[in-house]
């Protein structure tokens, strides 16, 4: 699992894009059990990497996860450890 910092932005819902902290393996959403309900397996949904909620998982698990290179290319360390932080506040709420 790599830790990945993408800007996301809900039609509709937000005024600007955010930065959301989401992990990928290299899963394709197609590959999953019931993509079949979602729709064509070539389209671009389907070789789109699955993204995962880290939310849920211990900070210290986080820890042993690689940063994915567009991530690391995009913001600077400080920057990707106070997005972390942030989930980690959120879990405690």
């Known amino acids: 699992m790599r830790i990945c910092v993408e800007a996301t932005f809900r039609e509709g ?3 600007e894009p955010f930065d959301e902290v989401v992990g990928r393996d290299g899963t394709l959403n197609r590959d999953l059990e019931d993509f079949e309900h979602w729709g064509e ?17 211990p900070w210290n698990e986080w820890l042993g996860m690689s940063i994915d290179p567009a991530t690391l290319e995009r913001l600077t360390a ?8 942030a989930i980690e506040a959120q879990s405690h709420e």
């Not at 397996?41 to 939310?55: H, I, K, N």
């Open 13 to 15: 819902l937000d005024d």
């Open 41 to 57: 397996p070539e389209s671009a949904l389907a070789t789109e990497e699955v993204r995962f909620s880290l939310a849920l998982r």
């Open 78 to 85: 400080a920057r990707i450890v106070s997005e972390g932080e």
